[in-house]
């Protein structure tokens, strides 16, 4: 089949989940408006960055397209006179950077194109519905029987992955939806493997797996095709939204927020879990729960997208999940995601932190039994509980399944073996990027507490006190200098051997463990040289203490009765001869 026929090579290796942070660090005034100098960065990297130049205008203007989203952003108002006053630029400032913070740490808004092209537009700036419909056309010359309906547009989160309502020109009543992505950062297949695996995918028969009517891929891309339901998601149900309806519409800000019957939560939950053990014991990576990613029909829930893991795309949860080392492997993975997923049953809404410290009311203990099992703080440092453990526990145990369809889904060994290779390189992507990320954390959180008021308040008591004590030690150790001194000169007179200014004669007794004395000054040439066989001892120089201590002394004894009379002849008048 000729379908791309001139395809790029190779997958997309920019993981679009990694989460993107910005700061404004300056703003210039030109001559009719201000621009804003932003710092944006990709995950915890430093090095990772780069700056854009955006005006209030840039601003305005993303801000009027995220109002499909319904949610009230901070973006600071519009002022047409006095907007190039330094204090209203420095107050305006401040608003834009809480306005980038808000759409940032949006967990929906943080990953549309939107957001993405204001940030980081040299890695966003292709159009991938224009893309994704050559890449279609192209499929359609080879395969005639099926023709577009309608683009539905941005019906999904993914920004590389298009999607697009068809039919069959014999069936023109029924609807299919089909959808192509990129390949993505996980991609590990062979391409020969990948093309045989997403094409086993529509021999793939199970009462909770949707079914795939017809599936391709090559080296870059793929194309999957599957019957369109009216009745849409298990998200689009929770939230009372139009399946058809863009993702920022239906989700960001739902008008009512109510939780699933006990009994639906009870059902829908087991049927997942279900489907969820028999891809585990097939070794079939999924990595891909979320509640847009599970198809109703009538009251049966059917799992969507067994293909992102083949095509190697990050999963919708994926920047949650890497913050916690001990969620390691694409098990573990689709757990931490049931655990958001019956969240949403619950209360009818996502979980506002992750851990979550305290559950609102649920219908039941049982309920809050199994999150906390998943969701807690606990749960995230001991790692997650296996779905045959939360198949096993009492929400779950006693719901009859009455589907009596048998499971189909034959993987030959040779696949078998290269998707669990597959599997084993993803799961070392996510372990380095958590190692990663705890090392930033670390680091971080170092920082701030070297530079909390409280710890340079215990650093300046420190250095005073080092310098207390430098001080006495100086104070000591002058004095004993001084008591030195004093010792040295009361004994100079008498023993000038013992004099520290006195040289020590050489040993002549050969080698010995004390070391021995610097050799003295040399003597005036007047002097005969010294005996070889009996050293001289070179007289003593005076000592300055010594000196000083005479003077006093003498001073002290000084008797004016002692002192002789004296005649002076004085020769200084003039003589006349």
Known sequence: MAFMEKPPAGKVLLDDTVPLTAQIEASQSLHSHTEYIIRVQRGVSAENSWQIVRRYSDFDLLNNSLQISALSLPLPPKKLIGNMEREFIAERQKGLQAYLDVITSHHILSNCELVKKFLDPNNYSVNYTEIALQHVSMFFRSEPKWEVVEPLKDIGWRIRKKYFLMKIKNQPKERLMLSWADLGPDKYLSDKDLQYAVKLLSSCSHPYIYKVTFATANESSALVIRPFSEKGTLKDLIYKAKPKDPFLKKYCNPKKIQGLELQQIKTYGRQILEVLKFLHEKGFPYGHLHSANVMLDGDTCKLLDLENSL?????????????????????????????????????????????????????????????????TCEAMKNGMPTVSRLLQMPLFSDVLLTNSEKPQFK??????E?????????????????????????????????????????????????SKRSAYESG????????????????????????PSSPTPPSTAGASSIPPAPPPPPLPPAAPPPSTEVPTQPSPQPDVSASRGALLSSIQNFQKGTLKKTHTCDHSAPRIS
């Open 311 to 375: 095509l190697g795309l990050p999963s919708f949860y994926r920047s949650h999940f890497s913050q916690f080392r001990k969620i390691n492997t694409l098990e573990g993975v689709d757990v931490y995601c049931f655990g958001h997923l019956l969240y949403e049953m619950t209360y009818g809404r996502p979980p506002d932190t992750i851990p979550v410290d305290n559950f609102p009311p649920a219908p039941s203990v049982f309920v809050v039994s199994v999150l906390e099992s998943i969701l």
């Open 476 to 499: 000591e150790e002058h004095s004993a200098k001084y008591s030195n001194s004093n010792n040295s000169a009361g004994s100079g007179a008498s023993s000038p051997l013992t004099s």
């Open 418 to 466: 290269a998707l669990k290779i597959s599997k084993e390189c993803i799961e070392k992507r996510l372990t380095e990027e958590q190692k990663l990320i705890h090392q930033h954390r670390r680091l971080t959180r170092a920082q701030s507490h070297h530079g909390s008021e409280e710890e340079k308040k215990k650093r300046k008591i420190l250095a005073r006190k080092k």
């Open 411 to 416: 993987i030959p060994t040779k696949l078998k």
